[in-house]
């Protein structure tokens, strides 16, 4: 097939086609992202998502890892970025590269994922020039849900765009090949990305970003409530409901299984 895209690939892509990504955890859903996203994120969502936490700060290295190589496992075309998880990069540079190198080295992906700006550009910085490709996350960043007060829309006033912008340049002098705007007024984002060389991914962000990015499950409809920014393209919450309800019907009426299910002696 054709050869696993690369985040100079992706970073190559601004100013060109709209960036397409989501969320994968693991190998069952990545199979089926890969052939549509340019890149499948590895999100630490997966703790709420997959895992029932109440926010992402729960979640370990070794779940980011174990969700990582699964998903590398099931796509061949899309780049994987791996989300570092919150308590595994922030304390120093040289934390942060002996996870990201755990992360690059057990799961396979093409890079991993970060959140903060300013504060963390000597990190990004340290991890690119060591040959580990970073995208930065600004604006809601929900690792820091606990200092934001909640899951709310960022840069209201324009103390806080300031903020926000200048997290995000921050973030792409220090050699960040993409980052995530999450959360932010609608003309925040178009002004970053203006204002930024590498491509911006966002979400409830602006559809002046140079990609958008959504979590697999909320757009699929099986994941109970979502903020505003996500747009429903399925309903599967509901179809597998219907199918574990008929199987369950079928089990207690002893329809299934059929005579087709079964294995008939040969002799
Ligand atoms: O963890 C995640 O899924 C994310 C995306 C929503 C950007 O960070
Ligand atoms: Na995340």
Same mark, same amino acid.
């Given at each position: 097939?054709?050869?696993?895209?690369?985040?100079?690939?992706?970073?190559?892509?601004?100013?060109?086609?709209?960036?397409?990504?989501?969320?994968?955890?693991?190998?069952?859903?990545?199979?089926?992202?890969?052939?549509?996203?340019?890149?499948?994120?590895?999100?630490?969502?997966?703790?709420?998502?997959?895992?029932?936490?109440?926010?992402?700060?729960?979640?370990?290295?070794?779940?980011?890892?174990?969700?990582?190589?699964?998903?590398?496992?099931?796509?061949?075309?899309?780049?994987?970025?791996?989300?570092?998880?919150?308590?595994?990069?922030?304390?120093?540079?040289?934390?942060?590269?002996?996870?990201?190198?755990?992360?690059?080295?057990?799961?396979?992906?093409?890079?991993?994922?970060?959140?903060?700006?300013?504060?963390?550009?000597?990190? =990004? *910085?340290?991890?690119?020039?060591? #040959?580990?490709?970073?995208? &930065?996350? !600004?604006?809601?960043?929900?690792?820091? $849900?606990? /200092?934001?007060?909640?899951?709310?829309?960022?840069?209201?006033?324009?103390?806080?765009?300031?903020?926000?912008?200048?997290?995000?340049?921050?973030?792409?002098?220090?050699?960040?090949?993409?980052?995530?705007?999450?959360?932010?007024?609608?003309?925040?984002?178009?002004?970053?990305?203006?204002?930024?060389?590498?491509?911006?991914?966002?979400?409830?962000?602006?559809?002046?970003?140079?990609?958008?990015?959504?979590?697999?499950?909320?757009?699929?409809?099986?994941?109970?409530?979502?903020?505003?920014? =996500? *747009?429903?393209?399925?309903?599967? #919450?509901?179809?597998?409901? &219907?199918? !574990?309800?008929?199987?369950?019907?079928? $089990?207690? /009426?002893?329809?299934?299984?059929?005579?087709?299910?079964?294995?008939?002696?040969?002799?």
């Amino acid at each position: 097939g054709t050869k696993r895209k690369s985040a100079p690939d992706i970073r190559a892509q601004k100013g060109g086609p709209p960036i397409v990504s989501l969320t994968a955890y693991s190998a069952v859903t990545a199979r089926l992202v890969d052939p549509h996203a340019d890149f499948i994120l590895v999100g630490d969502s997966l703790g709420m998502v997959e895992h029932g936490l109440a926010s992402t700060l729960g979640v370990t290295l070794d779940m980011m890892i174990l969700h990582g190589a699964s998903v590398v496992r099931g796509t061949t075309s899309a780049l994987v970025v791996v989300d570092m998880p919150f308590g595994s990069y922030e304390a120093s540079e040289r934390e942060a590269f002996a996870s990201a190198a755990r992360i690059m080295a057990e799961t396979g992906c093409g890079a991993v994922k970060l959140e903060g700006g300013a504060a963390m550009a000597s990190t =990004v *910085k340290h991890l690119s020039e060591r #040959g580990i490709p970073v995208c &930065a996350h !600004v604006g809601l960043t929900p690792q820091a $849900v606990n /200092a934001l007060g909640g899951f709310r829309s960022q840069g209201h006033d324009a103390a806080a765009r300031d903020r926000i912008l200048n997290d995000a340049k921050a973030v792409e002098q220090a050699g960040a090949f993409a980052v995530v705007v999450e959360g932010v007024v609608e003309p925040l984002a178009a002004e970053i990305t203006r204002a930024l060389t590498i491509p911006t991914i966002g979400i409830g962000a602006s559809s002046a970003c140079d990609g958008q990015i959504l979590v697999l499950e909320d757009m699929l409809g099986l994941t109970m409530r979502v903020p505003r920014f =996500v *747009k429903r393209y399925g309903a599967l #919450g509901d179809s597998i409901e &219907a199918a !574990v309800r008929a199987y369950a019907e079928d $089990v207690r /009426a002893r329809a299934f299984p059929g005579s087709e299910h079964v294995y008939k002696p040969r002799g």
